[in-house]
T-cell receptor, first 113, second 113 residues
C-alpha cells in the first residue's frame, strides 16, 4: 500500500496562498493522488486528484513532482472558510483488486485574519 | 446536487443494543463505503460494497456487519454495541468507474453508554 505523510498542522494568513505538502514515496505508477478536506463536524469533501500532470480546478491546484514521490496542494487565496483538515490520499488496490481510499491523519490548516 | 444522507446526526445507544446506521445516496452510485473516525486515528474503512447484495471487509470489520439490499441504501449494523464503538461514522459513495471522486455524508456521531 502506498502510504502518505503530511505535516500535522499548518497556519496561513487570510488572502495568502496555502501550500500543503504530502510525501508518497512508495506510490506506484498507476496510483492517483487525491486530496480531500474535512471542515469541523462535516463529512470529507473532495478537492482534486491527479496522476502525474499538474491539475487545477476552481478550488485548488495540485503540483506533483516528476518522480511522483511528493505533491503539494495549493489554495491560491486562503479564506477563513478554508480552515479544515486536509487529507492527501493514494488510492490503493486491496488483495481482492478493489480500489480503496485510505485516509491518514491529515494536516490541520488554520487560516487566520 | 449530489447527496449522501445519513439517517441520524447524533445517536445514543446502550451497551448490548443492536444499532442500525442508514445511508442513502441519490446518485445511482455502485460503490458505497462505511468509515469510522476517531481522534488521532483518522478515517478507517469498516466495510464497502461495490454492488447490490455485495460486501467486502475493510480494515476494521470486527463487531460490524452491513447490508446492501438496494443500490441506493447501505446499512451498517452493530450487532451488540460496545463502548469502544463510540465514534463518528461516515458513509461515502462513488461511481463504479475507476478514479472518480467519492461523496461523503455528514456523519453520525454515535455514543454507546
Amino acid at each position: 500500500d502506498a502510504k502518505t505523510t503530511q505535516p500535522t498542522s499548518m497556519d496561513c494568513a487570510e488572502g495568502r496562498a496555502a501550500n500543503l505538502p504530502c510525501n508518497h514515496s512508495t506510490i506506484s505508477g498507476n496510483e492517483y493522488v487525491y486530496w480531500y478536506r474535512q471542515i469541523h463536524s462535516q463529512g470529507p469533501q473532495y478537492i482534486i486528484h491527479g496522476l502525474k500532470n499538474n491539475e487545477t480546478n476552481e478550488m485548488a491546484s495540485l503540483i506533483i513532482t516528476e518522480d511522483r514521490k511528493s505533491s503539494t496542494l495549493i489554495l491560491p487565496h486562503a479564506t477563513l472558510r478554508d480552515t479544515a483538515v486536509y487529507y492527501c490520499i493514494v488510492r490503493v488496490k486491496d488483495s481482492g483488486g478493489y480500489n480503496k481510499l485510505i485516509f491518514g491523519a491529515g494536516t490541520r490548516l488554520a487560516v487566520h485574519p | 446536487d449530489v447527496k449522501v444522507t445519513q439517517s441520524s446526526r447524533y445517536l445514543v445507544k446502550r451497551t448490548g443494543e443492536k444499532v442500525f446506521l442508514e445511508c442513502v445516496q441519490d446518485m445511482d452510485h455502485e460503490n458505497m463505503f462505511w468509515y469510522r473516525q476517531d481522534p488521532g486515528l483518522g478515517l478507517r474503512l469498516i466495510y464497502f460494497s461495490y454492488d447490490v447484495k455485495m460486501k467486502e471487509k475493510g480494515d476494521i470489520p470486527e463487531g460490524y456487519s452491513v447490508s446492501r439490499e438496494k443500490k441506493e441504501r447501505f446499512s451498517l449494523i452493530l450487532e451488540s454495541a460496545s463502548t469502544n464503538q463510540t465514534s463518528m461514522y461516515l458513509c461515502a459513495s462513488r461511481p463504479g468507474t475507476v478514479n472518480t471522486e467519492a461523496f461523503f455524508g455528514q456523519g453520525t456521531r454515535l455514543t454507546v453508554v
